[in-house]
């Protein structure tokens, strides 16, 4: 059975940083594409990065272009996203998930989910 495990979340000042992790068991982690949405208080999940299985082609939303990064190590079966710069508009609750292509998980077309990480930034 799949699993995903989301870390990292916590309570940040605005323009501080933080590093959420996604540790994935189960399956094998190499072959597949991997991405994060966020999900604000009273708002739908929505896409935020996501990452090629070879980890060479990224792709973001574009509020956080510049501000986030979205990593991978495979040696590891871990997914990472830099979130830099932080503002309370970012506060939500993170997930990660798998996907065939960094373009299926774009459009919400995810095969597994994480359960969450919480984020929440004081202005």
């Known amino acids: 059975q799949v699993q995903l495990v989301e870390s990292g979340g916590g309570l940040v000042q605005a323009g501080g940083s933080l590093r959420l992790s996604c540790a994935v068991s189960?399956?094998?982690?190499?072959?597949?594409?991997m991405g994060w949405f966020s999900q604000a208080p009273g708002k739908e999940r929505e896409f935020v990065a996501s990452?090629?299985?070879?980890?060479?082609?990224?792709t973001y939303t574009d509020s956080v272009k510049g501000r986030f990064t979205i990593s991978r190590d495979n040696t590891k079966n871990t997914v990472y996203l830099q979130m830099n710069s932080l503002k309370p508009e970012d506060t939500a609750v993170y997930y990660c998930?798998?996907?065939?292509?960094?373009?299926?998980?774009?459009?919400?077309?995810?095969?597994?989910w994480g359960k969450g990480t919480l984020v929440t930034v004081s202005s």
């Open positions: 189960g399956r094998t982690f190499g072959t597949y594409a």
């Open positions: 990452i090629t299985w070879s980890g060479g082609t990224t």
């Open positions: 998930n798998t996907g065939q292509t960094i373009w299926a998980i774009k459009r919400g077309a995810v095969d597994y």
